[in-house]
């Protein structure tokens, strides 16, 4: 029997990108909010940021001394090592920009992030998020890899990798993904809400 085939997101899953965010936040614009005040996955609602100023904020925020700055989380370094040592495979699958590669590696190797591959995945078509056209993935490309499990954080992307590919989510909690209003009985059934680590471990055991 071959090992589970893992997704898992990097920021906010893997990584406290929004404390990073909120720190960036203060220095360009002199104001801070609270991690808990994060209601919505889009940061020019959350952030109150016009829509120039969003896409201003997000070329900052992919810097490579930003991406290469934030936090791991706690845990997940030794979780995905002890997954790897059981012959599983850890398929890191972000929606960062494709231009962020080089400096997201070089935080995983910083930070002994044990995975198989790196890919970025087009979670939100929008036009400037791969203007090189760099290598990328579409989500019609994620039954081919065949997923046992997901770790996420983000409640849309969650709920179609339930909903479209049967995939079961280990569902990062965030303030931004806690209203399940309107969500279909086949999305409620597949997600699962995880605290930190410990808990995907828990929920997600390998065998």
């Not at 791969?130 to 989500?139: C, G, M, V, Y």
């Amino acid at each position: 029997m071959r090992g589970r085939r893992i997704y898992v997101d990097i920021d906010d899953v893997l990584s406290e990108t929004i404390e990073c965010l909120i720190d960036l936040l203060e220095v360009i614009h002199e104001r801070r909010i609270d991690v808990e005040d994060v209601r919505h996955f889009d940061l020019q609602k959350s952030f109150g940021l016009a829509r120039h100023e969003i896409s201003e904020f997000m070329d900052r925020a992919h810097a490579d001394e930003v991406i290469e700055s934030i936090a791991p989380a706690e845990g997940a370094a030794k979780i995905l090592s002890d997954w790897a040592g059981e012959d599983h495979e850890v398929m890191l699958v972000t929606g960062r920009p494709p231009s962020t590669n080089a400096a997201s590696r070089r935080w995983l190797e910083r930070h002994s992030i044990a995975h198989t591959a790196l890919h970025h995945l087009d979670k939100w078509g929008r036009p400037s998020w791969n203007e090189s056209d760099l290598p990328a993935l579409r989500f019609e490309q994620i039954p081919g890899f065949a997923f046992d499990f997901a770790v996420e954080d983000s409640l849309d992307t969650a709920t179609r990798l339930v909903e479209d590919f049967r995939i079961p989510v280990a569902l990062m909690d965030r303030p931004w993904n806690r209203d399940l209003s309107g969500l279909s009985s086949t999305a409620r059934a597949g997600l699962v809400r995880c605290e930190d680590w410990s808990a995907v471990a828990d929920l997600i055991t390998p065998n």
